[in-house]
């Protein structure tokens, strides 16, 4: 068992006392009619979130790298839960062909798609490539999401009130475009190539959000979430490659059963950004208490570059020369 990064450096940002209060599991409305993919839903954050949802009424696919865990997933929701609407579908984000087929078998089925959820992550490995010979963190944190949006934005945008959700991290504070070396081609650090994936799927959110308003779908919403320090499979790759990692491994092994909240806990703010009515384009939910570390999901901002209008139009125009993926159904809207 892991835990994700905490917003170690993260400021506190006031809120009106109704809002300070956050969302629980009780707040989340019903769901019933929905139909949400969940990527890396088979354990963690990510289980938890379709767990939820499932126990609300939405039809979740939970899409596994993984299909022999993603089936244990589904039976250990539907045990709990017999009238559960939970299947699963293969989807390797490190692999773009996969990517694609799991969107191409999607649409096939002629169902809508209300809410996807980009969950799915890695943290802290060695250095290595995607299938397509990404840098695997950016690989797979970013870029395979994005080319999954671009597939289903066509069935996002054919409902009514669509949402995309990117789970970010407080590790993206820490983080920096280089858009000389979005690879790590040059330089590798293993959390600060985590850092950049993190920050691309804020910049990511927040550009998507610009295009979808200059598109004319208010209606369609681009919003992001983090756990803050909760318990997480998303850390079990970490290995430690400086002191400054050493010592916070180190620390998390103390402090961590007495400062990390629950896994359910964790995913809240991603539950709320994917239901909550009142939720606006470009809305980033966290934590509330602890520096954004644990507590009910509030609305919270991301680091100034998180909303950088010339490094978002600089990644979009990356990743679409990266994934070959366009969005153009969007631009032409």
Known sequence: MGYTLAVIYSPVYLKPMSEAMGWTEGDIPDQTGKVAIVTGGNSGIGYETVRILA?????????????IKGNEAVDKIITEFPSAKVETQPLDLADLSSIENFATNFKEREIPLHV??????????????????????????????????GHLIDNLLAERNGRIVNVASNAHRQGRLNFYDLQSTY?????????????????????????????????TLSVAAHPGMAHSNISTNFESESFFDRLLE????????YVVQSTVSGAIPTVRAATDPSAKGNDYFGPSQRMQTRGPAIKVQAKKDAYDVHDGRALWEQSIELTGVDFSSLTQS
């Open 116 to 149: 996807l959820i980009n969950n799915a992550g890695i943290m802290g490995v060695p250095k290595g490539t995607t299938i397509d010979g990404f840098e695997l963190q950016f690989g797979i944190n970013h870029l395979g999401h994005f080319a999954l949006t």
């Open 187 to 219: 330089r590798y650090g293993r959390m600060r190539a985590y850092a950049q994936s993190k920050l691309a799927n804020l910049v990511f959110t927040a550009e998507l959000d610009r295009r979808l308003s200059r598109a004319g779908r208010h209606d």
């Open 250 to 257: 180190n620390g998390l092994k103390i402090l961590g059963p």
């Open 55 to 67: 126990k609300c009424g939405a039809h979740v696919v939970l899409a596994a790298r993984n299909s």
